[in-house]
C-alpha cells in the first residue's frame, strides 16, 4: 500500500468525471430550448454539442420538432375547444380569438 497520493490516479478520475458531466443525455426541457431558437438558454451550446454526438438524442430532437409542427390530433382538438370554451368564460374575446388564430395558423402545414 502506498502512502504517495497517486497524481495520476487523480488525473483519471478527474477525467471520468468530465466524461459523465458531458455525456448525461439532455433532458426534454433542455431539448426544447434547443429545438426553439427564440429561446436563450445558457445550456444550449452544452446541450447542441451532445446532442450533435448523441443519437438517441439525436432522434428525440427530431421527434420533438416533428411534434411541434403537427397540427392537433382530432383528440387534441376536443381539448383546445374546450380550453378555449373556458377562456371565453374568463377573458376578454379578443384574446381567445388570438389562441384560435395562432391554433388555426399551425393547421395547414401539418401531417394529417
Ligand atoms: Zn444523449
Do not use: Q, Y
Amino acid at each position: 500500500m502506498s502512502s504517495n497520493p497517486d497524481s495520476h490516479e487523480r488525473e483519471i478520475e478527474r477525467g471520468t468525471e468530465i466524461l459523465a458531466s458531458s455525456s448525461r443525455c439532455a433532458t426534454l426541457d433542455e431539448l426544447a430550448t434547443l429545438a426553439d431558437a427564440s429561446v436563450v438558454a445558457p445550456s444550449r451550446p452544452r446541450v447542441a454539442a451532445h446532442v450533435a454526438a448523441c443519437a438517441r438524442c439525436t432522434a428525440e430532437l427530431a421527434l420533438l420538432r416533428e411534434f411541434e409542427s403537427a397540427s392537433p390530433l382530432p383528440e387534441e382538438e376536443e381539448a383546445v375547444e374546450w380550453i378555449v370554451a373556458r377562456l371565453r368564460g374568463r377573458f376578454p374575446e379578443t384574446l381567445v380569438a388570438a389562441v384560435k388564430a395562432g391554433n388555426a395558423a399551425r393547421a395547414p402545414r401539418g401531417h394529417r
